[in-house]
């Protein structure tokens, strides 16, 4: 999946080098990708607020149990605060994720920038341990190789939020703001993951590469990666683009922009209907 907003990078349009058409078309694309993304997380926050919230209010804490493997034991006091904290996060971060990243919201409300920032940072830390603990000791699907991929990904949200909390401190917004997205790509790893398998079954008619009974194969191994490194790799050539490259590149990045925001429309529209709707 591809990268944030060219609108959330350090420069403003005007003031990146050949301002022209292709830049345009670049910055374009990006925002396209951006806003599609900000829905379907929107709509993945609802998701995980009706239906575990929901079990919640209704004093029905099996209710965890009906998408999650070993979401509520029975006895298991520690692991179902667990569970709950980490879901908590998910939707808490994933708002305050795609506020930080918009400009506006810097400009107008720099306290809430900050303290927004300062509670996202917690969180995804919070989060990324949480995530760790769950994975390792309270059971999940899927094999070790693809528990492996979970965790590095887990190791990566904190080592971005690290760096990004210290470029703030010694106020390099520039890198901060780079660092910044990193982050967001890799706290929206769980999201990649199940808009990628949605998109990956639309495309295929159903399960290919995997057994969906036991949840392992190829596929799951490959996207246990994919859910991170490739949104990471993309943002690279991104900002590689934008601040370098000639006017051919950033059409071509464009281009690319716009082939990966079908592909995320499509994963989050049959996520939509097929997996969040019927359980909100």
């Known amino acids: 999946m591809p990268v ?3 609108s959330f990078y350090s420069k403003p349009m005007h003031a990146v080098r050949g301002a022209t058409w ?10 396209l990708w951006f806003l599609l993304t900000l829905a379907g997380q929107l709509i993945f926050v609802t998701y995980i607020v009706a239906l575990y919230g929901g079990a919640v209010v209704r004093g029905d804490l099996q209710g965890w149990n009906q998408v999650m493997s070993h979401g509520y034991v029975v006895g298991d006091r520690a692991g179902n605060m667990a569970i709950g904290a980490h879901l908590l996060l998910a939707a808490v971060i994933m708002l305050g994720g795609a506020l930080q990243l918009i400009p506006r919201v810097r400009t107008i409300a720099p306290t809430f920038h900050r303290w927004n920032g300062r509670v996202y940072l917690a969180g995804a830390v919070a989060g990324s341990l949480s995530g760790l603990y769950i994975l ?4 999940a699907v899927g ?11 887990a190791a ?9 909390l210290r470029t703030a ?3 390099d917004f520039g890198a901060h703001r780079r660092w910044a997205l990193r982050l967001f790509l890799c706290v929206s790893g769980v999201w990649f ?5 949605m998109f990956w079954l639309a495309l295929n008619g159903g399960p290919a590469g995997f057994d969906p009974k036991t949840f392992t194969g190829p596929f799951l191994s490959f996207l246990a990666y994919a859910q991170y490194l490739l949104p990471l790799a993309v943002l690279e050539l991104y900002l590689r683009c934008r601040e370098h490259a000639n006017a051919a590149a950033r059409c071509a990045m464009a281009a690319v922009l716009l082939v990966l925001s079908a592909a995320t429309a499509l994963g989050v529209a049959v ?9 909100m």
């Open 4 to 6: 944030s907003s060219a």
């Open 22 to 31: 292709p830049a345009a078309a670049l910055n374009a694309a990006a925002t």
């Open 136 to 139: 390792w000791f309270r059971g």
């Open 143 to 153: 094999d070790t190789v693809q528990h492996i991929g979970t965790s590095l990904n």
């Open 156 to 164: 990566l949200i904190l080592l971005c939020s690290g760096i990004a």
């Open 169 to 171: 401190l010694a106020r």
């Open 193 to 197: 993951f199940r808009i990628g398998l």
């Open 271 to 279: 996520a939509t209907m097929g997996m969040w709707l019927p359980r």
